[in-house]
């Protein structure tokens, strides 16, 4: 073999495995450009970006997240962190070639099957491996070749490095331009005149070209930043759905082509870091053990998913969509936001559980009616929300009554 693992994608779901992988293996990296390209804007979390040694790369600290829509406001308090893009994946790339990782510019184009392993087809040339590890995105030849993907949502990006007046470094923003397409501006601001901006808006069921968003874009601009003038371009999608399978006998999809962010967050980054060490562990084992199987690949995948979590996302997922059509809109789903308050940032965080999605999902339901999803929403899809809904809610309401008997049994201890 050429080499043990070849890692097909260098953005941060690629680049983020291929340095924890060259630790111990022989790894090969593949991507159409070489590292640090990218044409995204990140922001992530102190404590988060202090757990993976990120530090270096963090350009300003802020308290939190703005979400503006129609009569709502909502400030999602946390201590975020906005950091550059390049230095992230120059950061990643410099560790995997010191751990003596090969980069090579190529396209994954195809692949078959040989003795022990895979030989991988791009566009300059052929290698074999024992393991692929497909960090390519949503566009896949190989998802694309098995029909893989089961349904997804994109959100278009376009926008830019602006330089203009920032009036509050330290509040992180997603302001409405009020259209037909529900397009929102997101605000990263590095310093009192720079940051990364972009217009961003959501279809269902396929990808749309990002350049559809650019004239949004500067609608925005004109709106809130008259006098920015555009430093670097930023554009792409934030795709989210289901795959049919995660996995194929030596491959294992990662990152935007595992679909790995969560519908309704849309944080790729975020959940590379979170993610990355977990599945570079399963990976190391799996190496050790030369187990290759589909299954056991298929179930290092699943071991990144909570069930439970990816019901809820689905559901916020669908009501996200579906805001477009509704008369107020995103202002109901800032309202959600601001019912739930202190917890809202797990959220965004990506850290939710079992309760916080009870609490949540009967939250949402006050904001936004049963009587008023059905209207908004195709049969289909309004059944999807109020069976899942139903099994939150009796869930909530089982603890509820739990937590009552232990108080009453408690009680009835001290009285005798």
């Given amino acids: 073999m050429d080499y043990d693992i070849i890692i097909a994608g260098a953005g941060p779901a690629g680049l983020s495995v ?19 390209y990218t044409t995204c804007a990140w922001y992530s979390y102190e404590d988060r970006v202090k757990k993976y040694n990120l530090q270096k790369v963090v350009v ?17 308090k946390d201590k975020c962190v906005v ?9 990643w790339f410099d560790e995997f070639r010191n751990n003596k990782g090969i980069f090579k510019s190529a396209e994954l184009r195809n692949y078959s099957r040989i003795k022990d392993g895979l030989k991988i087809i791009t566009n300059h040339g052929s290698y074999t491996c024992r393991l692929l590890i497909d960090c390519t995105g949503f566009k896949s030849p190989i998802l694309k070749k098995h029909k893989l993907i089961s349904n997804y949502n994109s959100w278009i990006i376009y926008g830019s490095r602006i330089r203009t007046n920032i009036k ?58 008259p006098d920015a003038k555009q430093l670097k371009p930023i554009g792409g999608h934030i795709i989210s759905g289901e795959l049919k399978k995660y996995a194929l006998d030596n491959i294992v999809f990662f990152g935007e082509s595992g679909m790995m962010a969560p519908a309704g967050i849309g944080m790729g980054f975020n959940e590379a870091l979170l993610k990355h060490k977990k599945f570079s562990a399963g990976v190391k084992s799996l190496m050790k053990n030369n187990d290759f199987s589909e299954r056991s690949l298929e179930k290092l995948s699943g071991g990144l998913f909570d069930p439970a979590i990816v019901q809820l996302q689905q559901i916020i997922a669908k009501f996200t969509y579906y805001f477009i059509k509704h008369p107020r809109k995103w202002e109901d789903g800032v309202k959600w936001l601001s019912a739930l308050g202190k917890e809202s940032n797990k959220w965004m965080r990506g850290e939710i559980n079992v309760k916080w999605i009870e609490d949540a999902t009967i939250k949402i339901h006050k904001i936004i009616p049963l009587k008023e999803t059905a209207k908004m929403m195709p049969v289909k899809d309004y059944l999807f929300v109020v069976e899942h809904f139903v099994k939150f809610l009796g869930e909530a309401v089982y603890e509820e009554a739990e937590k009552a008997n232990k108080e009453y049994k408690r009680e009835l201890i001290k009285d005798n």
């Fill in 60 to 76: 300003n600290k802020c308290d939190g997240l703005v979400f503006i829509a129609g009569n709502a406001k909502h400030f999602m």
């Fill in 83 to 91: 950091v550059d893009p390049e230095k992230v994946l120059g950061l």
């Fill in 168 to 225: 509050d470094t330290k509040k992180i923003l997603f302001l409405p331009l009020n259209d037909e397409k529900n397009t929102y501006l997101g605000v990263y601001p590095f310093s009192k005149n720079t940051a990364d901006a972009y217009a961003f808006y959501n279809i269902q069921d396929k990808a749309g070209k990002v350049l559809d968003a650019k004239p949004l874009f500067s609608q925005c601009l004109k709106k809130y930043y």
């Fill in 18 to 36: 291929a340095k924890e992988l060259s630790k111990d293996f022989k790894v090969l990296l593949i991507g159409r450009h070489k590292p640090p």
